[in-house]
């Protein structure tokens, strides 16, 4: 059974700021990490994906996400943010099987101006 | 290409009603996918359909949720009766293939009273 934790609820930041956003999986087979970012009132929406390769994929709008095997670990990263990217953002993990993707609680950023 | 299609986005129930809501998924997709989302549980799969072929039935949500697809642009999740705690977010989304993102409609808000 794969598991999935993000341990922050909320991040706040300001505008211009770098963030990194938290995800750590549990999982002892093959692995398929992916991010979505939710706004409210909005279904959610890929932001980007690791299999393999690359432990460091980038996504849309500036994102990347690094992969640690060690760390068991998915984090998402952003160098500067706007307040655009105000939303809560969910990290996913499916397994063997690959259509069942468990996903996180989600962690709310909130970009202040 | 449009996106997934989800009516109504709202929808006020009484308890012990039926409720039908309604999906469209990307043309060509050959997953699809119903979801629960709430504050407390967060993202719950109901129901997962492969080439229409019902291939998870949610488990839990089994005796009151039955979620079809006539045909492969169309999903149907119908919740008989409703009750209060049935108050979510109802999410679909489909997806061309295993290991893919998942493209999410915008949700149908349920309400119960």
């Known amino acids: 059974t794969q598991t999935v934790s993000q341990s922050d609820a909320h991040v706040t930041v300001f505008e211009g700021d770098s963030v990194e956003l938290r995800c750590n999986y549990s999982?002892?087979?093959?692995?398929?990490l992916s991010w979505y970012i939710q706004h409210h009132g909005h279904g959610l929406q890929f932001l980007l994906k690791?299999?393999?390769?690359?432990?460091v994929v980038q996504g849309v709008n500036g994102f990347e996400a690094e992969f640690s095997k060690s760390d068991s670990s998915f984090h998402l990263r952003k160098a500067s943010v706007h307040w655009s990217d105000s939303a809560v953002y969910f990290c996913?993990?499916?397994?063997?099987?690959?259509?069942?993707?468990?996903f996180g609680s989600g962690t709310r950023l909130l970009v202040s101006p | 290409d449009a996106g997934v299609t989800q009516t109504p986005r709202h929808e006020v129930a009484e308890k012990g009603q039926t409720i039908i809501l309604k999906c469209e998924p990307v043309s060509g997709h050959n997953d699809l996918f119903w979801y629960r989302q709430t504050k407390i549980q967060g993202l719950e799969l109901l129901s997962y359909f492969r080439s229409k072929s019902l291939m998870e039935d949610g488990g839990a949500f089994k005796d009151r949720f039955k979620a079809e697809m006539l045909n492969s642009s169309f999903s149907t999740l119908k919740i008989q009766p409703t009750e209060p705690k049935d108050s979510a977010v109802y999410l679909c989304?489909?997806?061309?293939?295993?290991?893919?993102?998942?493209?999410f409609g915008p949700g149908t808000r349920l309400t119960v009273l």
């Open positions: 996913a993990v499916s397994g063997t099987g690959g259509y069942k993707v468990v």
């Open positions: 989304a489909s997806s061309p293939r295993d290991y893919a993102e998942q493209f």
């Open positions: 999982y002892g087979g093959s692995i398929y």
């Open positions: 690791y299999y393999s390769g690359n432990p």
